[in-house]
């Protein structure tokens, strides 16, 4: 049972590694006796000479590992050691986002797993594995474990995609990874400098220089000596705003108006388009699509990506649920009900421990009569 009991051990102590995560301040490093040595007038660094794979990073004294039990004379005499490969293969395992562990992340993980582990020994001896809730934990435990692991290997399954599917993709969707450079023209409705004042004449003449800026606009003429135009006609005092939209993150558009965009040819304009803003324009100054190198990193996510949605949807699509409304409505009349935790029946002797479901109670097992 101990194993089942580090398994869990090790799934509590889990989030440890992510909570000390945050940045640290990095000490310098100790003052070494061997002097530093030196290339021509500048001293180098002495570096720090890596751990050996098989050598010991963590001992646990006082734990048995699995398979290994203590003499009754020496309970204590057990003592689980840990190699730096071993110890790197349960953090692996526990890695779920291939993410970087700082060396303060993997020193509080190896403390606590070592704490941990000495509160789960007592656990044993007091017979808390035999607890109707520390079996029922296993199952979720062993459950959630079991989904996790199943994620990870659609991951490593479907995260390398072969050089035959990114070229298909990127065939199959090449104007996914056409670029534009679009300019735009803005003519406010109203004074930027005054907003609630909405005068009906100012918002006709915008209206009206609009439909000549468009037009030249279209003939060619420079688009940011445009917009600095349309502000002087205007009157408005303020910074007229840039021109030049972004290519990444590439602008998000109304419907209607991203597909009048995308139908431009580079140097043309769209019509005048009436948005809630002011009347805007847009010119394509140039399109041209990005090739398939680089875009590789994100092909490789997309078609990885859909393969790992399309394995969760068919493992899922066959399991459905269905709730007891009365008892999950939130808007029910009745508080919700308060579950209680199940106690540990009486007694503390390694033999008073709870009976395992299904099983038949001994005369130590048989559990005290609620008063």
């Known amino acids: 049972m101990i194993r089942h009991l580090q398994f869990v051990c090790v799934l509590v102590v889990a989030p440890l590694l992510t909570q000390a995560q945050p940045q640290q301040q990095v000490k310098p490093p100790a003052q070494s006796s061997q002097p530093p040595a030196v290339v021509g007038n500048q001293p180098q660094p002495v570096l720090p000479t890596p751990v050996a794979a098989d050598a010991p990073v963590l001992t646990v004294h006082g734990v048995c590992p699995a398979g290994q039990t203590a003499t009754p004379e020496k309970p204590e005499s057990c003592t689980l050691v840990l190699t730096r490969t071993q110890f790197e293969a349960l953090v692996s395992s526990l890695n779920v986002n291939n993410q970087a562990y700082a060396p303060p992340a993997l020193r509080g993980f190896a403390t606590n797993y070592a704490t941990i582990l000495a509160l789960a020994k007592a656990g044993e001896n007091v017979g808390v594995d035999k607890d109707p809730r520390f079996l029922d934990l296993m199952k ?150 990005i090739p398939m190198e680089q875009a590789k990193a994100l092909i490789v996510r997309e078609i990885s990506q859909k393969n790992i949605d399309d394995a969760l949807k068919a493992a899922t699509s066959g399991v459905t649920s269905d709730l007891n409304e009365q008892y999950f409505n939130l808007r029910h009349a009745n508080p919700p009900p308060r579950i209680p935790a199940r106690m540990v029946p009486p007694g503390s002797a390694p033999s008073a421990r709870p009976v395992a479901p299904g099983a038949t109670p001994t005369p130590a097992q048989k559990p005290t009569p609620p008063k």
């Not at 003449?205 to 688009?223: F, N, P, S």
């Open 140 to 289: 979720i435990a062993r459950a959630r474990a079991l989904a996790e692991s199943y994620r990870r290997y659609l991951q490593e399954k479907y995260g390398n995609p072969s050089a035959e599917e990114i070229a298909a993709y990127y065939q199959q969707n090449v104007s996914k990874f056409e670029q534009m450079k679009i300019e735009r023209i803005h003519i406010p409705k109203v004074d930027p400098t005054r907003p609630q004042d909405r005068r009906p004449e100012f918002e006709k003449k915008a209206r009206q220089l609009a439909g000549e800026i468009r037009e030249r606009a279209a003939r060619g003429e420079d688009v940011t000596s445009l917009q600095g135009e349309v502000y002087k006609t205007l009157g408005l005092k303020t910074q007229p705003p840039q021109t030049e939209l972004s290519v990444s993150p590439k602008p998000t558009f109304p419907a209607n108006v991203e597909q009048e965009i995308n139908a431009l040819k580079a140097g043309e304009v769209t019509k005048v388009e009436f948005e809630p803003s002011g009347f805007n324009m847009y010119k394509v100054r140039s399109r041209n699509t």
